[in-house]
């Protein structure tokens, strides 16, 4: 089993509408999470960590984590074309490198 | 990007050759990882770097792959003998340290093998 799954989409909404990307993992240790932002061709840009259970905020962008569950999520509200990308989960659990699933192609359509 | 310098952006070699890719941070950031992006893969961890301590090597695919960090800034990835398989963009990341620190990364170099 892979240790971060998400659904690799491609994944459409109309602009304006919401947006929801999930990610599973297998380790239980996991303690940090982060969401990455990857443009065609570009390197993965950091939109949002989150380590406890909840919500986290910041702007248009929700990050939800349940580690009972062993899910994060990110929203995405108001969605643009310009968010149009693959979005990158990512945790750390006993080491230091980063675990990555393989992304999730968004596409906001106008 | 994100204060990490990567160069070449791009590199196209032959087959067998040996190639160093560099990556330079900027000062203040502890951390500094590599990792491989191949086409439809996930992001593959390859070596870290925290401060003096000795790097964690356990994500280097083989022996040609070696890896270096000069005065705790700079650092060189160098692939030997190259394969088709190497071909991939190499991505250099830096954080403040800790498990719970957020990676930023630079813009990387894509490398292809002919």
């Known amino acids: 089993q892979k240790e971060v799954e998400q659904n690799s989409g491609p994944l459409s909404v109309p602009e304006g509408a919401i947006a929801s990307l999930n990610c599973t993992y297998s380790?239980?240790?996991?303690?940090?999470f982060f969401w990455y932002r990857q443009y065609s061709g570009k390197s993965p840009e950091l939109i949002m960590s989150?380590?406890?259970?909840g919500d986290k905020e910041d702007g248009r962008f929700t990050a939800q984590l349940n580690k009972a569950s062993q899910y994060v999520s990110l929203l995405i509200r108001d969605s643009q074309p310009s968010d149009s990308a693959t979005y990158l989960c990512?945790?750390?659990?006993?080491?230091?490198?980063?675990?990555f699933g393989k992304g999730t192609s968004l596409l906001v359509t106008p | 990007g994100a204060g990490v310098s990567q160069s070449p952006s791009n590199k196209v070699t032959e087959k067998g050759k040996d190639v160093e890719l560099r990556c330079d941070p900027i000062?203040?950031?502890?951390?500094l990882y590599w990792y491989r992006q191949s086409l439809g893969q996930g992001l593959e961890f390859l070596i870290y770097f925290q401060g003096n301590s000795a790097p964690d090597k356990s994500g280097l695919p083989s022996d040609r792959f070696s890896a270096e960090r000069t005065g705790g800034s700079v650092s060189t990835l160098t692939i030997q003998r190259t394969q088709q398989e190497d071909s991939a963009v190499y991505l250099c990341a830096i954080s403040l340290g800790g498990r719970d620190q957020p990676q930023h990364f630079g813009d990387g170099t894509r490398l292809s093998i002919l």
């Open positions: 000062s203040g950031h502890t951390a």
């Open positions: 380790d239980r240790v996991s303690q940090s």
């Open positions: 990512a945790l750390s659990n006993s080491g230091y490198a980063l675990n």
């Open positions: 989150i380590y406890s259970n």
